[in-house]
């Protein structure tokens, strides 16, 4: 091989080794291999060598080009190779890493509730229906058997709305949820069985009222409906909701407007220590009673055909008691310190519990 092909082959070969990235590679193919690149342009020149040379030069330049690309090819596969790991480091996870916390959703404890009253009243053949936070007073009142100026209506600190309802009426926020026992009975043929949930609002606000709180309302209407059903029913209710099989159920001889007879609900206690359930003291928990003939009169139902029972519970107190929990405000509060103790998963089913 002639010394200008070996210088050359030679210089190629140190710039290879040099180049430093893929990009760097390719320019030193270019200034041997391009259109303008060296070996080319010697290449070129072979038609001017001599005839008899010719041939020999031809093989060299030849073996020259072919060794050139060799390196090239080398150079380009360790560069490649070097890429790659380059990627793969910069890529690289820790997996010993612990993961990051993913936030989760949890449910209030008033929807809790909620959720365990229709699980437990469900099994009893009770369906949940809900109705609007504004009424006319006629819902709220009138029907069930609260006239105006009937003192039931002053007890309830009812926040009244500018503007009438569709019948003319007063609009009022709803201060309990039994005006869904007049919509329920207006809406559908007995028999009846439905809990309403939901939000009631009365102008009141200390440590154990707020404006805004919760009840729920129960109504049965079926025939030969007796006090004895009603005895059962919320019996089996408070048993299985606050889940002591023997818990200390006492019915008292109450007054409501819309039931006759009237009558208020205990369930035993520990006075001093909050313990449900032992302790020979009543906490009165929920209002009931059997139908009154007037409402059901009012709701187009044949009183002597059909009976039935009503009754409502404040859904913050029930939940209180069964947790423990002392003040009201912090359920309004969205303190995520309260909520992280109170709160439950959503993957925790509202079940019933035993005993029932
Ligand atoms: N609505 C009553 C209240 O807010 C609770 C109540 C008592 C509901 C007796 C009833 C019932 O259905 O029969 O205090």
Redesign the pocket.
């Known amino acids: 091989m002639t010394n200008d092909l070996e210088a050359l082959a030679h210089s190629t070969e140190a710039d290879l080794a040099a180049a430093a990235d893929l990009r760097a590679l390719d320019a030193v193919r270019v200034a041997a291999l391009g259109k303008n690149g060296a070996l080319t342009a010697l290449l070129k020149g072979l038609g001017a060598v001599p005839a008899e040379a010719r041939r020999e030069r031809g093989a060299a330049l030849n073996a020259v080009k072919q060794r050139i690309e060799a390196a090239l090819d080398a150079r380009r596969a360790t560069l490649e190779a070097a890429a790659l790991d380059a990627k793969l480091l910069a890529e690289k996870q820790d997996m010993s890493l612990p993961p990051r916390p993913i936030p989760q959703g949890s449910i209030h404890p008033i929807n809790r509730t909620i959720e365990e009253l229709t699980a437990i009243f469900g099994a009893m053949g009770f369906s949940a229906v809900e109705g609007p936070d504004i009424e006319s007073d006629w819902y709220n009142f009138g029907a069930?058997n609260i006239p105006d100026h009937h003192p039931a209506r002053q007890d309830?600190d009812t926040f009244y709305l500018p503007g009438l309802g569709a019948d003319g009426r007063p609009l009022v926020l709803r201060?309990?949820?039994?005006p869904l026992?007049v919509r329920t009975m207006l809406g559908q043929e007995p028999p009846i069985r439905i809990i309403a949930p939901g939000r009631?609002y009365r102008a009141d606000h200390d440590a154990t009222h707020s404006p805004m709180f919760h009840?729920v309302?129960?109504?049965v209407i079926d025939r030969g409906i007796t006090l004895g059903h009603l005895k059962g029913c919320l019996t089996d209710f408070l048993r299985a909701f606050f889940g002591i099989s023997n818990l200390p159920v006492r019915f008292r001889s109450?007054y409501?407007p819309?039931?006759e007879p009237?009558?208020?609900v205990d369930i035993g206690w520990n006075r001093k220590t909050g313990e449900l359930g032992a302790g020979g003291d009543w906490l009165e928990i929920?209002?009931?009673?059997?139908?009154h003939p007037r409402v059901l009169a009012n709701c187009g139902i044949d009183a002597r055909e059909w009976q039935g029972?009503?009754?409502?519970?404040?859904i913050e107190r029930i939940t209180m008691l069964k947790h423990g929990i002392a003040d009201l405000r912090p359920f309004y509060e969205g303190d995520t310190r309260w909520l992280a103790h109170y709160a439950s998963s959503p993957l925790t089913p509202a079940s019933l519990h035993e005993g029932v």
Do not use: I, K, R
């Open positions: 069930l309830q201060t309990q949820t039994s026992q009631t009840q309302e129960g109504l109450s409501f819309f039931t009237s009558m208020e929920l209002g009931s009673g059997m139908v029972f009503a009754f409502g519970m404040g």
